[in-house]
């Protein structure tokens, strides 16, 4: 894979070399235009393009990079100073990104627009070989005479559909003999809710989940935190691509003595998430963490959303009344079965984390009394204008001061 990046700015050009120095893939920089669109066919499927969209008044010519190569990857992006709410995104973008005084928020805007990018095109792979297998697995469901699973109660995870009860069932025995946990899934999966599953088969109330910061995971806090009585405490540590790298080293160091000590308890145990088809991007030294994770904990698969269709109505409905609770103000009062069943005919094309966006931006710029299809298609979670409308805000002026708005 490589980068290729159109700008005439020497500010955006030196923070972007500085994001991107270091890194895996080799990146370039264009300030003509002609000659980067004479470069499109011959770009890859991996390869991707960056726009600099304060080009656009003068150059007019997004849509012209987008049709330009049919194998091109188009992430439009742009400069917002501290506090602007602005975006001059166009409606076509299909990728888009801020950048901004802050060098680790745009470093994680940054890593997880080329994420959303490989996902997206892994996706559409694997849905495509889905399509010759779904006829034959269907009929062997009908055929199949074996009893349903058992009724399984969850806590975090909605689990009406098969596949989900199977997975409650697994985590209910890990519960009987806490470990590592790695736990994989398709991108935008339900990750955290996993976690916390988990952690309350095991524990129920009475200790909550840690969640560590990816970036900076401090090994001795965390024991002191969660080691202080007597019981099974785990740690999430996010995605396996979130990692920074002295969390990764942090990380190796603890678990090679582990290793050493064969009969050393390993208190806390850690859980950690990875998106199918990641491993491309990951560093070596996370492919090797990732390699440990398996050799020492129990591996967790999460089913997709495509596997998941019964299981959309309930989702729905949960984060529709949580967002009413707490946004009371919000125009939206009802959500109509008409929506429920565009999510649920959509469900194979989405993942868990993009119903909850779709849902809650429809909730937040919509002025109708009902959340109808309508709505859900026009402020989807694959429009960038209205990702940006109901992020802004927050990113840029109430965490303005806080690394942790990342």
């Excluded at 700015?9 to 923070?15: G, I, N, R, S």
């Excluded at 940054?110 to 010759?132: F, I, M, Q, T």
């Excluded at 088969?201 to 002191?224: C, F, K, W, Y």
């Amino acid at each position: 894979m490589s980068i290729h990046i159109l700008t005439t700015d020497l500010k955006l050009t030196q923070q972007l070399t500085q994001l991107l120095a270091g890194g895996q893939h080799p990146f370039s920089f264009h300030t003509d235009l002609e000659e980067l669109i004479s470069l499109l066919p011959r770009l890859k499927k991996t390869d991707k393009v960056f726009y600099d969209l304060q080009l656009e008044p003068r150059l007019m010519a997004f849509d012209a990079l987008r049709f330009g190569g049919k194998k091109t990857n188009l992430i439009a992006f742009e400069l917002l100073e501290e506090g602007g709410t602005r975006s001059s995104c166009p409606k076509s973008a299909k990728h888009y990104f801020v950048l901004s005084a802050d060098m680790r928020k745009s470093g994680a805007r940054l890593k997880r627009v080329l994420h959303e990018v490989d996902a997206l095109a892994v996706k559409k792979k694997s849905l495509r070989k889905k399509d010759g297998v779904q006829k034959v697995s269907a009929t062997s469901r009908a055929s199949n005479t074996q009893f349903p699973p058992p009724i399984t109660l969850s806590r975090y995870l909605t689990a009406k559909s098969e596949s989900m009860q199977q997975l409650l069932i697994k985590i209910a025995e890990l519960a009987k003999e806490p470990k590592f946990v790695f736990i994989i899934g398709e991108d935008g999966a339900d990750f955290e809710l996993a976690a916390r599953e988990i952690d309350f088969r095991t524990n129920g109330d009475q200790s909550p989940l840690h969640i560590a910061d990816p970036m900076r995971v401090e090994i001795d806090e965390i024991e002191r935190h969660l080691c202080d009585k007597d019981q099974t405490r785990y740690c999430y540590l996010g995605l396996s691509y979130e990692l920074g790298n002295l969390t990764v080293a942090r990380l190796t160091d603890y678990l090679f003595q582990l290793s050493e000590d064969a009969a050393q308890q390993p208190a806390p145990y850690f859980i950690l998430g990875h998106v199918d088809d990641s491993d491309e991007y990951l560093e070596t030294e996370v492919k090797t963490l990732i390699k440990s994770f398996r050799q020492i904990g129990k591996v967790i698969e999460l089913p997709s959303m495509a596997e998941r269709q019964e299981d959309v109505s309930l989702i729905a409905q949960s984060i529709f009344t949580t967002l009413r609770t707490a946004h009371p103000f919000l125009m939206t009062r009802m959500l109509s079965r008409g929506a429920i069943e565009y999510l649920e005919a959509q469900c194979g094309e989405m993942s868990y984390c993009s119903v909850v966006r779709t849902i809650r931006n429809s909730m937040a710029l919509t002025e109708r009394d009902t959340l109808t299809e309508r709505e859900l298609n026009s402020f989807g979670d694959d429009s960038p204008t209205a990702q940006h409308l109901i992020e802004s805000l927050a990113d840029e002026k109430f965490f303005k001061d806080q690394t942790g708005a990342a």
